[in-house]
């Protein structure tokens, strides 16, 4: 089939016609695929490339001389698809222990604050100083971006509080 600049063969295929259908078939698939995953902002969209890989090559592949289409071909997609999976669960774990961390330092953070709301400062002015030492050192710890140290700087202040209030009572 001549198109004008281009020549279609049907690629062993029975004609052109199912040739063509066949190639719009994946590209009605794959162009949408390929949009979502560039207009996406989550980081699970990477989870969205082992279809447009496996889409991609099927493709690719029907451009090419084969004798069957969508069978064992496929298989050699797989090491590319792995990858993307080896990587969405990297991903997914430092999102997990990063939520993790921040749900941590949101309870300690309630609990130093709890400590403080219960605390006699007319019987010890060094928890008074406290009072004011958390409240610069959350200012820092916001500013922090290791969320290992955030936690630790926390978790000190609060054996800290803990040890003056033991001592008070």
Known sequence: MDLGIIQVHNNGFLNVRIFVWFLLQKL????????WFI?????????????????????????QDVSSLDAAGNIKAFPAIF????????????????VEILMMYE???????????NADFN?????????KRFKLL???????????KQLMKLI????????QLNINY
């Not at 009605?28 to 949009?35: A, H």
């Not at 996406?40 to 592949?61: G, N, V």
């Open 28 to 35: 009605i698939i794959l162009i949408p695929l390929v949009l």
């Open 39 to 63: 207009t996406c902002q989550h980081w699970w969209k990477y989870a969205i490339l082992s279809p447009i890989i496996l889409y991609s090559f099927q493709f690719w592949e029907a451009t």
């Open 83 to 98: 990858c993307v999976v080896l990587l969405l669960l990297m991903i997914s774990k430092a999102i997990k222990y990063r």
């Open 107 to 117: 309870h300690l953070t309630e609990e130093i604050e709890d400590l403080l709301k």
């Open 123 to 131: 019987a010890n002015s060094v928890l008074y100083k406290n009072v």
């Open 138 to 148: 959350k200012a820092e710890i916001a500013k922090e971006t290791n969320a290992r």
């Open 156 to 163: 000190t202040l609060r054996e800290e509080l803990v040890k």
